[in-house]
C-alpha cells in the first residue's frame, strides 16, 4: 500500500488494524536498522522499534501530511532512541561517554553483531562522533536519504547538515587510518 491509501484506511475505523499492519511491514525492517545504528543492541532496538510502532499507532490520526509519512516516523524513531540513551545515562548515573563506551564494548562482545574488521572499525569510529554527526552519517550514508529529508527528520537545516556530515566522514577517515 502507499502511504496516501495506508493514511486513509487507517482513517477509518474498520480498517485500523489492516492498515496499520500494511504500515509496519513498510517501515519496520527500515525503522529497525536506523534505530539499531544508534544503539547498537539487538534486544535494545528491539524494545525501542516497539515503542516507536506505539507512538505511531496512537498518534497516526493527527499526522497532518505536511512531511512525508516516513520522515515522520524516523524523526519519532530517532527520538525514541535519543530518549532511550538519556535515560540509560540518568539511570545510571553516568555520562555519555560512558555510554558510549558501553556501546563499543556491546559492539566488539555482542551475539548479534556480525561483521569483519573493516566493518567494526567503522562502526567504532561512528561511536566516537558527536551525537548529530553520527545521525547525519548513518541517515546520508547507510540509509540513503536526502538531505531534505533528514533535514525535515531532524529539524535542521541542509547547509548545517552537509557541514555535520563533511566533518563526520573527515572524522572517520582520520579514524580509520591512524587506528
Do not use: C
Amino acid at each position: 500500500m502507499e502511504d496516501k491509501e495506508i493514511l486513509q484506511a487507517f482513517r477509518v475505523s474498520s480498517n485500523k488494524d489492516f492498515a496499520f499492519k500494511n504500515l509496519v511491514a513498510e517501515y519496520q525492517e527500515r525503522i529497525y536498522w536506523h534505530v539499531r545504528k544508534i544503539l547498537i543492541s539487538h534486544d535494545d532496538t528491539d524494545d525501542v522499534v516497539q515503542e516507536v510502532f506505539i507512538k505511531v499507532y496512537k498518534n497516526l490520526d493527527t499526522f497532518r501530511e505536511a512531511s512525508q509519512l516516513f520522515t515522520w516516523i524516523y524523526r519519532i524513531a530517532t527520538n525514541e532512541a535519543l530518549n532511550f540513551l538519556k535515560k540509560r545515562q540518568r539511570r545510571h548515573a553516568v555520562s555519555m561517554d560512558d555510554v558510549y563506551q558501553e556501546l563499543e564494548n556491546t559492539l566488539s562482545h555482542g551475539e548479534h553483531i556480525d561483521g569483519d574488521e573493516i566493518q567494526m572499525k567503522l562502526q567504532k569510529a561512528l561511536l566516537k562522533l558527536p551525537e548529530k554527526q553520527r545521525l547525519v552519517f548513518n541517515m546520508r550514508y547507510f540509509d540513503d536519504l536526502k538531505y531534505d529529508d533528514i533535514s525535515e527528520i531532524t529539524g535542521t537545516s541542509v547547509g548545517a547538515l552537509k557541514a555535520s556530515y563533511h566533518l563526520a566522514v573527515k572524522k572517520i577517515e582520520e579514524s580509520l587510518t591512524t587506528g
